[in-house]
C-alpha cells in the first residue's frame, strides 16, 4: 500500500505549480489535504507556486452556480498566471 499512497511518496525535490482546492463540510477529508500540502510545502526545492484555498462552505447545502463559477475563476487564474499571461 505505501507504493501507492501520495502522501508517504512525497519526497525532496522539485515540483510543477501545484493547486489544490478541498471543497468540503468534512473536517477529516480537509484535514487530510492540509497535512498533504503542509508536507509538500517543506519538502519542495523550488520556487514554483503552491496554492491552497479551502472552501468550507461547500457541500450538499450550497449553491451550487456560485461555488462552480468561483472554482473555475481561481483555476483559470491560476492556469493564466502560471502561462505568463497577466492581463
Do not use: H, W
Not at 8 to 17: F, I, Q
Not at 35 to 41: E, H, T
Not at 46 to 71: E, H, Q, V, W, Y
Amino acid at each position: 500500500m505505501k507504493s501507492y499512497c501520495p502522501y508517504t511518496n512525497l519526497a525532496a525535490t522539485n515540483y510543477p505549480p501545484f493547486s489544490s482546492k478541498p471543497a468540503s463540510t468534512t473536517a477529516r477529508y480537509v484535514l487530510g489535504t492540509c497535512q498533504y500540502v503542509a508536507k509538500l510545502r517543506t519538502l519542495k526545492r523550488d520556487n514554483n507556486p503552491l496554492l491552497f484555498k479551502i472552501n468550507m462552505g461547500a457541500g450538499p447545502a450550497a449553491p451550487p452556480a456560485a461555488t462552480t463559477t468561483s472554482r473555475i475563476a481561481l483555476d483559470y487564474a491560476f492556469l493564466l498566471t502560471q502561462l505568463g499571461i497577466r492581463e
